[in-house]
């Protein structure tokens, strides 16, 4: 508790981001979460907070659900060159890299503000490049929309005649619609309507989430979408249709309604993935900036890589 205090603190004057917060790591994690901190002889000069949790007698340091990525929270000072900066934060990252416990699993995703693995590859951590789309700028919402592509322009204009965003406070609803994804793809719902109730009431608490909802003149609800922010970046969190009004164009008439509350909170907006090539061609086509990000995994236990080759082994 005194460490996770001492983050808290640390982090009181510095911009960190949503997902970088006590309160949102304790949503998500409850009390499965550390911090490790890197010093010099007058003061803390970087923190980490990180999840950890024991499975079946493994220790494993890897994302919690819904959570978008970590970064390490560094200290800067002013006037330092980029050069400078650069080797400040390696300096940094590997003293919060030899701090961590031990552990027999690490599989961790990085916010795209963190761009260096370098120390992470000097201490044999595997790196791999994923990808999100960001709008970087949200001050200009005319031209932002003048960015997306005319077919998705002109289903946002049609869709804009039938269908209606509202704002809900209902998370039994959006948890519902937010289903219909996952079983249009017979897929398992990864996360229960409790652990998002979590979410939600300390989003709800912090006042960083909207639930919008799209629906027509009969009131049958088309889609819904959860969107969360911090000062620098809104987030499309989670989102679900259903799919007998997939022709109406609700989703991207609920995506650009989205992009407008976050320019009112926000300096960007993050589309959070996808790598799935579908998802990847709808988000792209509301002009956002295809930006990398990290991927960091290491397994230091021999049991768990025999377990994980098996595994590939099972499905090639």
């Not at 969360?228 to 499309?236: E, G, H, K, M, N």
């Amino acid at each position: 508790m005194i460490t996770k205090e001492t983050y808290i603190q640390y982090c009181l004057n510095k911009e960190i981001g949503l997902f970088q917060q006590a309160w949102w790591l304790d949503a998500v994690c409850g009390t499965n979460w550390d911090v490790v901190f890197a010093k010099n002889k007058e003061s803390i000069t970087g923190a980490w907070a990180y999840p950890i949790k024991k499975k079946k007698g493994f220790c494993l340091i890897n994302m919690p659900l819904l959570s978008i990525g970590t970064a390490p929270v560094i200290t800067y000072y002013e006037g330092q060159k980029e050069s400078s900066q650069v080797s400040h934060e390696q300096q940094i990252t590997e003293s919060l890299i030899q701090a961590l416990p031990a552990f027999d699993l690490f599989d961790l995703y990085f916010l795209p503000s963190h761009k260096n693995h370098l120390p992470f590859f000097w201490n044999g951590f595997e790196q791999t490049t994923r990808y999100t789309y960001i709008i970087n700028d949200l001050s200009d919402i005319n031209n932002v929309f003048e960015r997306f592509d005319s077919s998705t322009r002109t289903q946002i204009r049609k869709a804009e005649k039938e269908i209606t965003v509202i704002e809900s406070s209902d998370i039994d609803l959006f948890y519902q619609i937010n289903t219909l994804s996952f079983s249009r793809q017979n897929k398992k719902v990864p996360y229960s309507l409790s652990y998002v109730k979590q979410i939600d009431e300390a989003c709800t608490k912090h006042a960083c989430r909207k639930i919008l909802v799209a629906k027509d003149a009969q009131q049958n609800i088309h889609a819904a979408f959860y969107l969360v922010w911090d000062a620098q970046s809104a987030y499309y969190l989670m989102g679900g249709a259903d799919e007998q009004y997939r022709s109406s164009g609700a989703y991207s008439l609920l995506m650009w309604a989205a992009i407008k509350e976050a320019a009112k909170v926000s300096k960007s907006f993050n589309f959070c993935g996808s790598m799935l090539p579908s998802v990847n061609r709808f988000f792209r086509s509301f002009g956002g900036k295809q930006t990398p990000y990290l991927h960091i995994k290491k397994t230091n236990s021999k049991s768990l890589r025999l377990l994980r080759a098996i595994k590939k082994l099972r499905f090639k």
